[in-house]
């Protein structure tokens, strides 16, 4: 089952997942949505449906419609993130960078060796093009995903937040800025801040 966990809820990511009251609603608005992804982008359709999730809720603010706004939100940023730095590979476009098998790829995202997430939809693992260079991935890179593993509860994309946000401590640059430079003991120092 694919979801989304936020505050102990839990959000489904296929309608067959959704309540048995829900499943109908959320089946009769496929087709609208079928229609936008013609001509829109993915990113686009999770923002148009936070600007009407936003419109739509009550005023007055309570924690089911502040969690409701917040979950629209990381949606949003999820998919800004999956689309930087050159969007993603599929485990074999991964495979062929690296000069290894698909299986070899995905036997390193699962030991904690790459980043990736699971796309729901196509029941697959995605591998966010920054990590890579023309035939290795990024010099640091594992060092710092092994401090990680030291952290059940940091999931994979925490780990993509960490790599792709403007820290202070790092004058403003993010991990993967300083990766690239060479600067991986600022990187780990910020990591393990993070991990204890």
């Known amino acids: 089952m694919a979801t989304i966990t936020r505050s102990g809820k839990t959000f489904p990511m296929k309608v067959s997942e959704l309540p048995d009251k829900q499943r109908a609603f959320a089946r009769s608005l496929r087709p609208a ?39 629209a939100r990381g949606n949003v940023a999820r998919e800004e993130m999956k689309s930087s730095e050159g969007g993603s590979f599929s485990a074999e476009q991964a495979g062929a960078r690296l000069g290894i098998t698909k299986a070899a790829i995905l036997k390193r995202f699962q030991k904690g060796q790459l980043l990736g997430w699971r796309e729901a939809k196509q029941n697959a693992v995605r591998f966010p093009v920054w990590q890579f260079t023309e035939d290795d991935v990024v010099p640091g890179l594992s060092e710092v995903l092994a401090v990680f593993k030291r952290a059940e509860e940091i999931d994979d994309w925490a780990k993509i937040v960490f790599f792709l946000t403007p820290l202070a401590s790092m004058d403003g640059k993010r991990p993967l800025d300083l990766l690239r430079a060479g600067d991986l003991h600022r990187v780990i120092w910020a990591a393990q801040g993070i991990v204890e």
């Open 33 to 71: 949505f079928a229609k936008a992804a013609q001509t829109h982008d993915p990113l686009d359709l999770v923002k148009m449906v936070m600007a009407v999730i936003g419109e739509q809720l009550p005023v007055n603010r309570t924690p089911q419609t502040n969690l409701a706004r917040a979950v």
